[in-house]
């Protein structure tokens, strides 16, 4: 078996499983699973200002598209364990190998030979019905104050000067810019627009300054900035190209919006303040460029949150799905599995899963690996303190009963009475161990599986 890491690159994964662990058969999926390599040129990205942008046309010029998930490096260290020879696996017996297969190996082996739905046990049935039936008791006092305690990361509220680039704010003009980094490598000009192009050794960007009614370039005004290199250039409160999106979210705060570029799998967090965009795009979970603009579709969120209390419905989307929608499947990330559960199917995709009821509709979504995040940036391994500087106190909290289980921390629906996100925290860390968008409360909460809605 094969374990891909990276130096400098917190990829979480699950521990891997083994005999004595055998309830963590979602691991072998993980860690198996293969990925595409996702390739991000070190182009200048084009920049359009004064028409309609789109994702791509601002930060996927020299994206390659991944077909299903990307592997998040070019250069991987392979530890490989120890593996029989091909005499070894001929001596092992039948009895040999099936004391090696988990539980979920099995599980996989079973669907992939035949279609027939896995009996649902009587147990998962009457855990079901009293989870429905039973409603999550509201947060206590004593449990807030206990949460409050760890709400430990303190944002202060974005303003007007955290915009920019290196100094650089929208509206500045050319004389300021040129004081600030020089005479630009490369200059072109096109109606009313010149962009501006550095390319250094250390740093590469370009601005696109607005002509005033003079027709001077150093009069022009700075409309937009894109930095594609530079990690000595302060980007607002002094974040960094390549620093880890969590450190991006603990410094600005609830983002203005998200986006995904759903073939290539880059995220964009979107902060903005004073009619003016700043977009961060992550890809293998750091900050690989960031720019800032005027604001406007697709990156300005009419309904953004405000206040990290607010709940709206895209909180409870999770990888393009919303509870209740009519499953499609990816065309861009082909599922690795279909497993029945009773009348409810459970498609695994390489970073998600989903929940489908017998009508075709998606009742449950979660995360397998950190490369997916909510619509606030949270994904598998952040901190609970970063996940209370994005979400506040959670309307409720089932507490685990042993030091190494889990707790979970559920946030309520604002239309739905039953749907919930649900962020499951493992005790032992206090790191994100499930993110899950369900229609209906947990059950067996300390199985991983069961969680899933996998027998």
């Given at each position: 078996m094969?374990?891909?890491?990276?130096?400098g690159?917190?990829?979480?994964?699950?521990?891997?499983?083994?005999?004595?662990?055998i309830r963590?058969?979602?691991?072998?999926?993980?860690e198996?699973?293969?990925?595409?390599?996702?390739?991000?040129?070190?182009?200048?990205w084009?920049?359009?200002?004064?028409?309609?942008l789109?994702?791509?046309?601002?930060?996927?010029?020299?994206i390659g598209?991944?077909?299903?998930?990307?592997?998040?490096?070019?250069?991987?260290?392979a530890?490989?364990?120890?593996?029989?020879?091909?005499?070894?696996k001929?001596?092992?017996?039948?009895?040999?190998?099936?004391?090696?297969?988990?539980?979920y190996?099995?599980?996989?082996?079973?669907a992939?030979?035949e279609?027939k739905?896995?009996?649902?046990?009587?147990n998962?049935?009457?855990?079901d019905?009293?989870?429905?039936?039973q409603?999550?008791?509201p947060?206590?006092?004593e449990?807030?104050k206990t949460?409050?305690?760890w709400d430990?990361?303190?944002?202060?509220?974005l303003?007007?000067?955290?915009?920019?680039?290196?100094?650089?704010y929208?509206?500045?003009?050319?004389?300021?810019?040129?004081?600030?980094?020089?005479?630009p490598?490369?200059?072109?000009?096109?109606?009313?627009?010149v962009?501006?192009?550095?390319?250094q050794?250390?740093?590469?960007?370009?601005?696109?300054?607005?002509?005033t009614?003079n027709g001077?370039?150093e009069?022009?005004?700075?409309?937009?900035m894109?930095?594609?290199?530079?990690?000595?250039?302060?980007?607002?409160?002094?974040?960094?190209l390549n620093?880890p999106?969590?450190?991006l979210?603990?410094?600005?705060g609830?983002?203005?919006?998200?986006l995904?570029?759903?073939?290539?799998?880059?995220?964009?967090i979107?902060?903005?303040?004073?009619?003016?965009d700043?977009?961060?795009?992550?890809?293998?979970?750091?900050?690989?460029?960031?720019?800032?603009?005027?604001?406007r579709?697709?990156?300005?969120?009419?309904?953004?949150?405000?206040r990290?209390?607010e709940?709206?419905?895209?909180?409870f989307?999770?990888?393009?799905?919303s509870?209740?929608?009519?499953?499609?499947?990816?065309?861009?990330?082909?599922?690795?599995?279909?497993?029945h559960?009773?009348?409810?199917?459970?498609?695994l995709y390489?970073d998600?899963?989903?929940l489908?009821?017998?009508?075709?509709?998606v009742?449950?979504?979660?995360?397998?690996?950190?490369?997916?995040y909510?619509?606030?940036?949270?994904?598998?391994?952040?901190?609970?303190s970063?996940?209370?500087?994005?979400?506040g106190?959670?309307?409720f909290?089932?507490?685990?009963?042993?030091?190494?289980?889990v707790?979970?921390?559920?946030?309520?629906?604002?239309?739905?009475?039953?749907?919930?996100?649900?962020?499951?925290?493992?005790?032992?860390?206090?790191?994100?161990?499930d993110?899950?968008v369900?229609a209906m409360?947990?059950v067996?909460?300390?199985?991983q599986?069961?969680?899933?809605?996998?027998?």
């Amino acid at each position: 078996m094969r374990r891909r890491t990276r130096e400098g690159v917190d990829f979480y994964r699950r521990d891997k499983y083994t005999e004595d662990n055998i309830r963590k058969g979602i691991t072998s999926m993980r860690e198996k699973k293969q990925h595409t390599p996702l390739r991000i040129s070190r182009g200048v990205w084009t920049v359009v200002v004064g028409m309609g942008l789109s994702l791509s046309s601002v930060f996927c010029s020299g994206i390659g598209y991944a077909e299903t998930t990307p592997d998040m490096s070019e250069q991987m260290t392979a530890l490989i364990d120890a593996v029989p020879t091909a005499k070894d696996k001929n001596k092992e017996t039948d009895k040999e190998k099936k004391k090696k297969e988990t539980p979920y190996e099995r599980l996989l082996a079973d669907a992939s030979k035949e279609e027939k739905p896995v009996p649902i046990r009587d147990n998962d049935t009457i855990a079901d019905l009293v989870a429905t039936l039973q409603p999550l008791a509201p947060l206590s006092k004593e449990d807030a104050k206990t949460i409050a305690a760890w709400d430990s990361v303190v944002i202060a509220p974005l303003t007007k000067e955290d915009i920019n680039i290196g100094g650089i704010y929208r509206g500045m003009s050319g004389k300021q810019l040129i004081a600030r980094f020089g005479l630009p490598q490369k200059r072109q000009k096109k109606d009313r627009l010149v962009t501006w192009t550095y390319e250094q050794p250390n740093q590469s960007f370009h601005c696109e300054l607005r002509m005033t009614r003079n027709g001077k370039e150093e009069d022009a005004l700075v409309e937009a900035m894109t930095l594609t290199k530079g990690q000595d250039i302060d980007i607002g409160r002094k974040i960094h190209l390549n620093m880890p999106t969590e450190q991006l979210l603990c410094t600005f705060g609830v983002p203005h919006n998200v986006l995904r570029d759903v073939k290539a799998n880059v995220y964009y967090i979107i902060y903005e303040q004073a009619d003016t965009d700043l977009i961060f795009a992550v890809a293998e979970r750091r900050i690989q460029r960031v720019a800032f603009m005027p604001a406007r579709y697709p990156y300005h969120n009419e309904q953004a949150v405000t206040r990290r209390e607010e709940r709206v419905e895209r909180d409870f989307s999770l990888m393009g799905y919303s509870l209740g929608d009519e499953l499609v499947k990816r065309q861009y990330n082909m599922w690795k599995s279909k497993l029945h559960r009773g009348s409810y199917t459970v498609w695994l995709y390489g970073d998600y899963g989903v929940l489908v009821n017998a009508k075709g509709n998606v009742e449950r979504i979660f995360l397998l690996t950190n490369s997916g995040y909510t619509s606030r940036g949270v994904t598998l391994g952040y901190r609970l303190s970063t996940v209370l500087a994005l979400y506040g106190q959670p309307e409720f909290v089932v507490w685990g009963k042993k030091d190494e289980g889990v707790d979970v921390y559920y946030y309520h629906h604002p239309i739905l009475s039953s749907a919930y996100l649900a962020i499951v925290i493992k005790r032992e860390t206090q790191r994100v161990d499930d993110v899950i968008v369900t229609a209906m409360p947990l059950v067996r909460l300390q199985d991983q599986l069961a969680r899933y809605g996998l027998p």
